[in-house]
């Protein structure tokens, strides 16, 4: 379906049918998020590895492949959690079904990969939302209002940490583009929404510790904004505390710290952005109007990745 109609009438109690491909770790937490959701239904699920179909639960229709999961459902919109390598790949398929679609992050490796999901939707008349949960937290929301209102004067920084627990698995890991791609277009796009301004340049120091060398387990960014601003984004995979996320505002007329995932019992407010991410999808479906992050903010977000990422293949030997 476009995303000029909406219509539940594949499910006789209304809720909104939604199918999932992948379920892995993101995409089973995406299914625990969902189960119960008084608007929202798990039609089917996609995954091609038997051993994650079998734990998943009973009640789950689960398919061998993309395909069979949308010749046996009928669906409003699916939400993509498989690898990034296969975003395009999954994406194109998805549209060429004309069903909207909610990705994760970042919705392809590189730019052009990203530009041509938004081809393809495009081309379908659908809705392609991607996946930045900080959108939807609402402590976060309260200061991108209150930067919106000049509460804080002038912003003269914006500084982000991004810190996992653990470095991911090697084999998710040799699929995800490295930190600043994986972990920093995270960072990038809270900066872009929360200020309103573009990256314009910016500076990149890496630690080579417990790390490859063109997949840093720390990185640091300096960046200039193009509205006067500045930003320091610090991303690493060695927090042994538990996972963290935290960012800080500096402005002429004041500060504000906002610690939104914090090593414990931050999960709780990781899985209410994603229900609510979840939920402004659907609106956004139906026609009310959705603020969750376009595919264009996913491409600014990648942009500054991939820059990033150039920044420390440059210093490469030869």
């Given at each position: ?190 900066i872009r929404w929360l200020t309103g301004q573009e990256f314009e340049t910016l500076q990149v120091a890496v630690s080579r510790f417990g790390s490859t060398v063109s997949d840093p387990d720390c990185g640091q960014i300096v960046a200039e904004l193009a509205g006067g601003s500045t930003a320091a984004v610090s ?9 963290s996320c935290k960012v800080d505002v500096f402005g002429t007329a004041g500060t504000e710290t906002s610690w939104f995932l914090r090593p414990v019992e931050g999960n709780a ?50």
């Amino acid at each position: 379906m476009d995303s000029g109609g909406f219509s539940t009438s594949a499910s006789p109690n209304g809720h909104f049918q939604l199918g999932l491909v992948g379920a892995g770790r993101m995409g089973r937490t995406h299914l625990e998020v969902l189960e119960g959701s008084p608007g929202i239904a798990i039609a089917g699920v996609a995954e091609p590895r038997e051993d994650v179909r079998a734990a998943l639960p009973a009640t789950v229709r689960s398919f061998a492949s993309l395909p069979a999961m949308l010749g046996e459902c009928e669906l409003d919109g699916v939400l993509v959690a498989a690898p990034t390598d296969l975003h395009l790949e999954i994406v194109r398929r998805l549209m060429a079904e004309r069903l909207p679609v909610l990705c994760e992050k970042p919705c392809g490796l590189t730019v052009e990969e990203t530009d041509e999901c938004a081809h393809a939707a495009e081309e379908a008349g659908c809705i392609l939302q991607v996946a930045y949960w900080r959108r939807f937290v609402p402590e976060l929301q309260r200061l991108r209002e209150r930067i919106a209102a000049g509460e804080l004067g002038e912003i003269l920084a914006v500084n982000c940490q991004q810190w996992d627990a653990s470095p991911p698995a090697p084999q998710f890991r040799h699929r995800s583009g490295g930190i600043f791609i994986d972990m920093g277009v995270h960072e990038f796009d809270q900066i872009r929404w929360l200020t309103g301004q573009e990256f314009e340049t910016l500076q990149v120091a890496v630690s080579r510790f417990g790390s490859t060398v063109s997949d840093p387990d720390c990185g640091q960014i300096v960046a200039e904004l193009a509205g006067g601003s500045t930003a320091a984004v610090s991303l690493g995979r060695w927090h042994p505390a538990g996972d963290s996320c935290k960012v800080d505002v500096f402005g002429t007329a004041g500060t504000e710290t906002s610690w939104f995932l914090r090593p414990v019992e931050g999960n709780a407010v990781f899985l209410q952005a994603l229900r609510l991410q979840a939920e402004d999808f659907v609106r956004a479906v139906s026609g009310g109007g959705g603020t969750g992050a376009t595919v264009t903010d996913a491409v600014a977000a990648l942009k500054v990745a991939m820059l990033a990422s150039e920044s420390i293949a440059a210093d490469l030997p030869a």
